[in-house]
């Protein structure tokens, strides 16, 4: 596993230097929902949609080395290495063109989490969690038939099991940050995307108010070169 890092480590680039990137991280177990909201958020606010799951997919298409051990790793209901998926998500997010991002089933644990500061290391602008049922997670899994091959029975009990367990301290991580935002996913998908659209309009208004600030206000060096460049005119004007 280590060697795959180790080959890929250098194949992205990054973004431009000051270039400000919206990330939202969508968290929710199998079956709660999270691509029906991030379908609906892209449609209304503009965001890129990417899944961790959908990027691990592909690659395993791809017919590499990496994608055999990410499709044998998958099978077996384990998660890939989390340096594996950070390289993807920016892979993906660069090559959209885009700056504003929801990012879907990530982080799925602490070591997701350290390897996207490390990598990427852009601060969510929050959280947002689609809380379910387990029970709920399961009758939909076994009733949407989307033909994926991790979606046998046996696999659908370990992602929960995983979910709940690795999961549970990155929801508590950012919870202590004051990031977390919870929605009811238990409800219908429209219902719960009323309470979401809540959430996206007070990053837009945040982001408006924000937009608002000059450049010369933003950045300290500019504003005491003005501040002593007027000065020296007020000086000048009050002798004459």
């Given at each position: 596993?280590?060697?795959?890092?180790?080959?890929?480590?250098?194949?992205?680039?990054?973004?431009?230097?000051?270039?400000?990137?919206?990330?939202?991280?969508?968290?929710?177990?199998?079956?709660?929902?999270?691509?029906?909201?991030?379908?609906?958020?892209?449609s209304?606010?503009?965001?890129t949609?990417?899944s961790a799951?959908?990027?691990l997919?592909?690659?395993v298409?791809?017919?590499?080395?990496q994608?055999?051990?990410?499709?044998?790793?998958?099978?077996?209901g384990?998660l890939?290495?989390?340096e594996?998926?950070?390289?993807?998500?920016?892979?993906?997010?660069?090559?959209?063109?885009?700056?504003?991002?929801?990012?879907?089933g990530?982080?799925?644990?602490?070591?997701?989490?350290?390897?996207?500061?490390?990598?990427?290391?852009?601060e969510?602008?929050?959280?947002?969690?689609?809380?379910?049922?387990?029970?709920?997670?399961?009758?939909?899994?076994?009733?949407r038939?989307?033909?994926?091959?991790?979606?046998?029975?046996e696999?659908?009990?370990?992602?929960?099991?995983?979910?709940?367990?690795?999961?549970?301290?990155?929801?508590?991580?950012?919870?202590?940050?004051?990031k977390?935002?919870?929605?009811?996913?238990?409800?219908?998908?429209?219902?719960?995307f009323?309470?979401?659209k809540?959430i996206?309009?007070q990053?837009?208004?945040?982001?408006?108010?924000?937009s608002g600030?000059?450049?010369?206000?933003?950045?300290?060096?500019?504003r005491?070169?003005?501040?002593?460049?007027?000065?020296c005119?007020?000086?000048?004007?009050r002798?004459?």
């Open positions: 596993m280590a060697e795959v890092v180790e080959v890929h480590k250098d194949w992205i680039g990054s973004f431009p230097s000051g270039k400000k990137i919206t990330v939202v991280f969508v968290i929710g177990g199998p079956g709660s929902g999270k691509g029906t909201q991030c379908a609906k958020i892209v209304q606010f503009g965001f949609h990417l799951g959908d990027l997919r592909e690659e298409k791809s017919d590499t080395e994608g055999t051990m990410i499709k044998n790793l998958m099978h077996e384990k890939v290495p989390s594996i998926i950070v390289r993807l998500l920016l892979k993906a997010m660069l090559a959209s063109g885009n700056d504003k991002f929801l990012i879907d990530f982080p799925r644990d602490e070591e997701n989490r350290e390897a996207y500061e490390k990598i990427i290391n852009i969510p602008e929050f959280v947002l969690l689609i809380d379910c049922s387990r029970e709920e997670m399961e009758r939909r899994i076994l009733h038939n989307q033909g994926r091959d991790d979606d046998n029975m696999t659908i009990r370990q992602r929960f099991e995983v979910f709940q367990q690795s999961t549970l301290p990155v929801i508590q991580h950012y919870e202590k940050m004051g977390l935002r919870r929605v009811d996913g238990t409800r219908q998908p429209d219902m719960v009323e309470d979401v809540v996206f309009a990053l837009n208004t945040q982001a408006n108010e924000g600030v000059s450049r010369v206000q933003t950045n300290p060096f500019k005491w070169f003005l501040d002593l460049f007027c000065g005119f007020d000086m000048q004007d002798r004459n």
